[in-house]
């Protein structure tokens, strides 16, 4: 596999009116494609692109996005974070992981380098995607396991 280029630290994004900013200080730890259903009716579109970078890197720069509780379709407890002028969906945080944060990938301002190393629940996509893999994982459901995607995708960029 050759490597890719990273993104130039830090990644910067926003809502899309652009009341709240947000700036990442390492590199994320993966970037997936989820096709659920749940995913596909918070997106309103047929999957969500999901970034989980590191608690400590992340860091809101401008405004106050706003927290919805709920339980994810795992039965774990998080937050989605959003903005209250927009609504647009930010990042969400699960109360079993406090030192990760899943960012929205499209919310980057730059996603030119954003390729999914995975597509999970692909039970649930819609009949007419067509996928080229380019190096991505497909699964049913979810992984057992995180690590061996985010060990791909450092090594697709060289880390």
Not at 59 to 79: D, L, N
Request: glycine share 10%.
């Amino acid at each position: 596999m050759t490597s890719l280029k990273p993104p130039t630290l830090p990644l910067t994004g926003g809502c899309p009116c652009g009341a709240v900013r947000f700036a990442v200080s390492e590199m994320p730890y993966l970037a997936y494609a989820c096709h659920c259903t749940n995913c596909q009716r918070a997106s309103g579109s047929a999957f969500a692109l999901n970034m989980p970078v590191a608690t400590r890197a992340f860091e809101i720069t401008q405004g106050q996005p706003k927290g919805s509780r709920r339980v994810g379709p795992s039965g774990v407890p998080g937050i989605f974070w959003f903005c209250s002028d927009c609504g647009g969906r930010i990042y969400g945080e699960r109360t079993s992981e406090p030192d990760i944060r899943t960012l929205r990938a499209g919310t980057l301002d730059d996603t030119s380098w954003v390729t999914p190393i995975a597509h999970l629940f692909m039970r649930s996509a819609q009949p007419w995607e067509r996928f080229d893999a380019a190096g991505a994982t497909c699964f049913e459901t979810g992984p057992d396991d995180f690590i061996p995607l985010v060990e791909s995708w450092r090594k697709r960029y060289g880390l």
